[in-house]
């Protein structure tokens, strides 16, 4: 799937300049790309906040290779427009002197600025969400990692779900892009596979007013349940609503773009009975990144923010172990730092982690999310399974 090869001349001569930009008063830049604006707004800003967490651990650690201090440096993505995403990662890259990239967050985008911004310039990427099934075979050069688990396994967790529950028929909404259909088809895969029926799926579009209509053509199928693989902050939403309004659903499964405290905030009353599964982890390193968030005030028990601490912490610990605060240095060590063998790190101990690495020790990153990166730059993960009680998600198990 990967190779750990720069691809060209080019890209290696860039990531000489690139480290030269950043190193300009002692800084090692990282490009912290999210969806600031679009569907998912409401859960990005945690997001960044465990990102930037994780480097300023390692600045009170002293930075880097003798005292490099990182510094994060944001951009927005949108989440749904490919042209403004490729657009702010090139002024990371060109204009900042980004030497990496935390991020970016939806699937096509995130594909998009792999593609037209990274691959051609040597910058390697962790994305802590975008999860669609079709980044597993991109044209990476080795430089693509992600530390949340693709939706082909998504597909088969939500499959078990509905299977453990005895539902046997479910009408499909996804939003229509690369993330919302490399779910459904993978949700639909598992389903069918297990004996289940899909009376009827179906794309909707994000931001419009109302979704009247595509749910007057979701209800004409029929379905024990509406599977919703959207976006909380968008059509996901807005299909919901108008589903409650007509009668037409009363009862959702909800794909990982659907976990939002805005989303219960709103419509969570309505929704007891609902259920659904997101990437989330269980056990010790999970418990030191509530610790470490809660000290730093940061909201970390919201969707993805274990995964962006981890991100961050992965690249400023492959950095390190380089040798190098360069993008080359940086791809070639994320999975050496990322698995066993070495000494298992947990969030809150990236000091330690540095030491180790520079006394010529090794490290096995678990981090916030039990990391173990497979394929190579797949992230195994683990989902929490919830259902809805009292407008709030109630824990049912990890799978």
């Known amino acids: 799937m990967k190779t750990l090869l720069l691809s060209t001349a080019a890209a290696l001569a860039f990531t000489g300049g690139a480290m030269a930009a950043s190193h300009e008063g002692g800084a090692v830049k990282i490009g912290?790309?999210?969806?600031?604006?679009?569907?998912?707004?409401?859960?990005?800003?945690?997001?960044?906040?465990?990102?930037?967490?994780?480097?300023?651990?390692?600045n009170e650690a002293g930075g880097v290779l003798d005292g490099m201090m990182l510094e994060p440096v944001r951009?927005?993505?949108?989440?749904?427009?490919?042209?403004?995403?490729t657009a702010a990662a090139e002024r990371l890259i060109t204009s900042d002197g980004v030497v990496?990239?935390?991020?970016?967050?939806?699937s096509g985008v995130t594909g998009a600025i792999l593609a037209n911004a990274a691959v051609p310039n040597g910058i390697p990427m962790i994305s802590p969400s975008?999860?669609?099934?079709?980044?597993?075979?991109?044209?990476?050069?080795?430089?693509?990692?992600?530390?949340?688990?693709?939706?082909?396994?998504?597909?088969?967790?939500?499959?078990?779900?509905?299977?453990?529950?005895?539902?046997?028929?479910?009408?499909?909404?996804?939003?229509?892009n690369d993330y919302g259909k490399g779910l459904s088809d993978a949700f639909i895969s598992s389903f069918e596979a297990n004996g289940g029926t899909v009376t009827i799926s179906a794309p909707h579009e994000d931001g419009k007013a109302d979704y009247s209509a595509e749910v007057a053509s979701l209800a004409s199928g029929g379905g024990e349940v509406l599977a919703v693989l959207g976006y909380a902050d968008q059509g996901g939403k807005g299909v919901i609503q108008a589903s409650l309004d007509t009668g037409a659903f009363d009862t959702f499964m909800m794909g990982d773009g659907m976990f939002a405290d805005s989303l219960m905030a709103d419509l969570?009353?309505?929704?007891?009975?609902?259920?659904?599964?997101?990437?989330?982890?269980q056990g010790e390193g999970a418990e030191a990144f509530t610790s470490v968030t809660e000290a730093a005030g940061i909201n970390g028990d919201t969707s993805f923010t274990r995964e962006s601490y981890d991100a961050a912490?992965?690249?400023?610990?492959?950095?390190?172990?380089?040798?190098?605060?360069?993008?080359?240095?940086?791809?070639a060590n994320i999975l050496n730092v990322a698995n066993a063998p070495g000494e298992p790190i947990l969030p809150g101990e990236l000091a330690k982690a540095l030491q180790i690495l520079k006394d010529g020790g090794e490290i096995d990153y678990v981090g916030a999310t039990n990391v173990e990166l497979i394929g190579p730059g797949e992230a195994a993960g683990t989902y929490r399974e919830y259902t809805v009680e009292d407008a709030d998600y109630s824990t049912v198990q990890f799978r």
Do not use: H
């Open 130 to 176: 975008a999860t669609s099934p079709g980044l597993s075979t991109a044209e990476d050069n080795g430089l693509f990692f992600r530390t949340s688990p693709s939706d082909a396994r998504q597909g088969e967790v939500l499959a078990a779900i509905l299977a453990d529950k005895g539902i046997t028929e479910v009408a499909v909404t996804y939003t229509n």
């Open 75 to 85: 951009a927005d993505s949108t989440c749904i427009d490919s042209a403004a995403a």
């Open 313 to 331: 912490a992965l690249l400023a610990l492959a950095m390190q172990a380089g040798g190098e605060a360069t993008p080359a240095a940086i791809a």
């Open 32 to 58: 912290v790309i999210l969806g600031f604006t679009g569907p998912i707004e409401s859960l990005t800003p945690n997001m960044a906040a465990a990102a930037e967490l994780a480097m300023t651990e390692i």
């Open 268 to 281: 969570g009353a309505d929704m007891a009975g609902s259920f659904g599964a997101v990437p989330w982890s």
């Open 100 to 106: 990496a990239i935390m991020g970016a967050d939806c």
